[in-house]
């Protein structure tokens, strides 16, 4: 066999075991590898399920889902299903904040009144005139969770795609 014989047949024989390298579009792989992971978490903490989304160097994002939006209904989890967020949103929103008392444009000690005064629904609040910036920051302005209370419940059941 020449040698031009054997290179071709090393490179067919090559191309043959990384099909799958060909098989799949990029990214593909490690989206693979990121469902399973989800799929795991998901599994081995007895969750219902689960979203995420994960955005690369170049702009292209992966979005997955894993488990169930409604176990009773037998609905399975999407990427883009709307969750509650719980406390996470409380960490960005606190560091965007500081972030402006940082460069003088808010006040830790600012009367949250001195914004949102005109507006109907801040003078329905219990304590209105006295929230400052800080004491909601601190979790101190006195201001009911809502997401357990009845009323809002209710609206959750009745609207359930809305954004809250």
Known sequence: MNRYAAALLLL???SLFNTRLWSQPPGQELKNALQEKLETI???NSLPGATAA??????????LAAGYADREADIKMKPGAQLFSGSVGKTFVAALVLKQVETGQLRLDEKLEDYFGAEDW???LPNASEITVR?????????PRYVF???FIQALKEQPDRSW
Request: charged share 15%.
């Open 135 to 143: 004491m909601l920051l601190q979790h101190t302005s006195g201001l």
């Open 122 to 124: 801040y003078r329905q």
């Open 54 to 63: 994960v955005v690369l160097p170049d702009g292209q994002m992966i979005s």
């Open 12 to 14: 067919l024989a090559t």
């Open 149 to 151: 209370q009845p009323a």
């Open 42 to 44: 998901v599994k081995d």
